[in-house]
């Protein structure tokens, strides 16, 4: 049982361009996170995000997708490769690749994602266009408990943005990004102090039932 003086250790996986994982490192160098980055695995060998945890010192594996021919083999080297770290929580930081059940079985109640809608609406890819060919006035994003349901799992934390009438895609996922820079390391911060949990009724923060998502204000 990780306590508040002890360091969560935590592997993060990315695809991409890294400012979730940016803003977590910073945030575990600010002594805001009690957490340990112990590797940082990129399904893709060019993502940006390899290049943030090497600045800073931290451990990095390519795990490329590609030399895989089923989801399955991919997912049991990713396993084999999680595995002699035994982290405490595992942190999908815009991994952009659909995990098996096996996967998602080991680690559940340990593994977060971030989002960029305000879920459940808007699952998947390609948000920001779909809000804005909605129509919707309002957009953001959300941390939630990884389960076999694509981004379907228990909310913890939304934050909200407007959308302005002359926003692109790009505009407004920029909005709803620095957002997503706040919210993510407040919902690893209280697991990783132990505040927050999986139960099968849905998210408990400090032992109480979430009934809706904790709006970030
Ligand atoms: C973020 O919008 C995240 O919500 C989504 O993918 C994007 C990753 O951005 N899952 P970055 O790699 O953290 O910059």
Redesign the pocket.
Same mark, same amino acid.
């Given at each position: 049982m990780t306590n508040i003086l002890t360091k969560l250790p935590v592997i993060i996986l990315? =695809? !991409? =361009? !890294? =400012? *979730?994982?940016q803003a977590i490192i910073d945030q575990t160098n600010a002594g805001f996170l009690p957490i340990q980055v112990q590797l940082v695995i990129s399904n893709e060998p060019t993502a940006y !995000?390899i290049q943030r945890a090497q600045q800073v010192g931290i451990a990095t594996q390519i795990l490329e997708h590609r030399n895989f021919t089923t989801r399955q083999a991919y997912d049991n080297a990713l396993l084999e490769l999680i595995a002699p770290y035994d982290p405490e929580l595992i942190v999908l &930081? !815009?991994f952009?690749r659909i995990l098996t059940s096996n996967f998602v079985a080991r680690y559940q109640g340990r593994m977060l *994602?971030?989002?960029?809608s305000l879920l459940p609406k808007y699952p998947g890819l390609n948000t920001h266009a779909r809000v804005l060919a909605a129509g919707d006035t309002v957009h953001g &994003?959300s941390v939630h408990f990884v389960t076999e349901m694509l981004d379907g799992g228990p909310i913890i934390i939304q934050a909200e943005v407007p959308v302005m009438p002359d926003d692109s895609p790009e505009t407004l &996922?920029a909005r709803?990004?620095v957002k997503?820079h706040l919210i993510y390391p407040q919902a690893i911060k209280w697991f990783a102090e132990g505040r927050l949990a999986l139960a099968s009724q849905g998210v408990l923060l400090d032992k109480q039932l979430l009934t809706r998502p904790v709006i970030w204000s």
């Open positions: 990315i =695809s !991409g =361009s !890294g =400012s *979730n994982l !995000g &930081a !815009g952009m *994602n971030i989002h960029p &994003a &996922a709803v990004l997503e």
